[in-house]
């Protein structure tokens, strides 16, 4: 075992000789392999077109020892991406493959319209969402994302939602595709949502405009 130890670091003082005996100039003068192409797959032509444009300062960088550090952080700010591969492609190419991230709603308020991600990121940009929830109310991101947690851990298909309704007391109020209101409590909403669905099954009440579950000990129900 010591034998091949001293063997290893043998090699390594000879390959560092070897490096150390090049000359300056044959240093410079080597031809690294260089940054020509950058090809970014995973985003629409208008949105890969500006995240070229913020990458567009490596054409010509030297590819082997290449910064990820600044694209890690010029992908990190655009807002659209959920995750992100990196790749190089020798002798000359840039390879980053994006998984974009799903539009879970859309926000609408006086002061603004903006879209959330499932990155957890708000999107400025209108990308054309379809079979969205809007949202309404003034909330923190970190509210609707506890709510969509809660849901998706319910029977309630989050994408059955046409609307939801922030309330300033802190409770949400939600709106089927069939257009049911779903009025929830500030606290126990999974256990809410499924007594919604349960109480959907039953053949009297297929036809309810509104269920109020605000109140853990009764259900009030509006029909159509």
């Given at each position: 075992?010591?034998?091949?130890?001293?063997?290893?670091i043998?090699?390594?003082?000879?390959?560092?000789?070897?490096?150390?005996?090049?000359n300056?100039?044959?240093?410079?003068?080597f031809d690294?392999?260089?940054?020509?192409?950058?090809?970014i797959?995973?985003?629409?032509?208008?949105?890969?077109?500006?995240?070229?444009?913020?990458?567009?300062?490596?054409?010509?960088?030297?590819?082997l020892?290449l910064?990820?550090?600044?694209?890690?952080?010029?992908?990190?700010?655009n807002?659209?991406?959920?995750?992100?591969?990196?790749?190089?492609?020798?002798?000359?190419t840039l390879?980053?493959?994006?998984?974009k991230?799903?539009?879970?709603?859309?926000?609408?308020?006086?002061?603004?319209?903006?879209?959330l991600?499932?990155?957890?990121?708000?999107?400025k940009?209108?990308i054309?969402?379809?079979?969205?929830?809007f949202?309404?109310?003034?909330f923190?991101?970190?509210?609707f994302?506890?709510?969509?947690k809660?849901?998706?851990?319910?029977?309630?298909?989050?994408?059955?939602?046409?609307?939801?309704?922030?309330?300033?007391?802190g409770?949400?109020?939600?709106?089927?595709?069939?257009?049911?209101?779903?009025?929830?409590?500030?606290?126990g909403?999974?256990?809410?949502?499924?007594?919604?669905?349960s109480?959907?099954?039953k053949?009297?009440f297929?036809?309810?405009?509104?269920?109020?579950?605000?109140?853990?000990?009764?259900?009030?129900i509006?029909?159509?």
């Amino acid at each position: 075992m010591p034998q091949k130890i001293n063997k290893k670091i043998f090699l390594y003082i000879f390959l560092f000789l070897l490096i150390g005996s090049i000359n300056n100039k044959n240093f410079n003068d080597f031809d690294y392999p260089k940054i020509k192409q950058i090809y970014i797959s995973g985003l629409s032509d208008n949105e890969n077109l500006e995240l070229r444009k913020n990458l567009d300062f490596l054409k010509f960088d030297n590819l082997l020892f290449l910064n990820k550090i600044e694209i890690i952080e010029i992908l990190g700010a655009n807002n659209l991406i959920e995750k992100y591969s990196i790749f190089k492609i020798y002798p000359s190419t840039l390879k980053i493959n994006i998984t974009k991230t799903k539009i879970l709603a859309q926000v609408k308020n006086i002061d603004d319209t903006f879209y959330l991600g499932s990155n957890g990121k708000v999107i400025k940009v209108d990308i054309g969402g379809k079979n969205i929830p809007f949202i309404f109310g003034k909330f923190e991101i970190k509210e609707f994302f506890e709510l969509k947690k809660i849901i998706d851990e319910s029977k309630l298909n989050y994408f059955e939602l046409k609307n939801l309704f922030f309330f300033n007391s802190g409770r949400w109020d939600v709106e089927t595709n069939s257009g049911i209101i779903i009025k929830l409590p500030k606290q126990g909403v999974k256990k809410a949502l499924e007594l919604y669905k349960s109480v959907l099954r039953k053949e009297e009440f297929k036809n309810i405009k509104e269920i109020d579950l605000r109140q853990s000990n009764q259900i009030i129900i509006n029909g159509k």
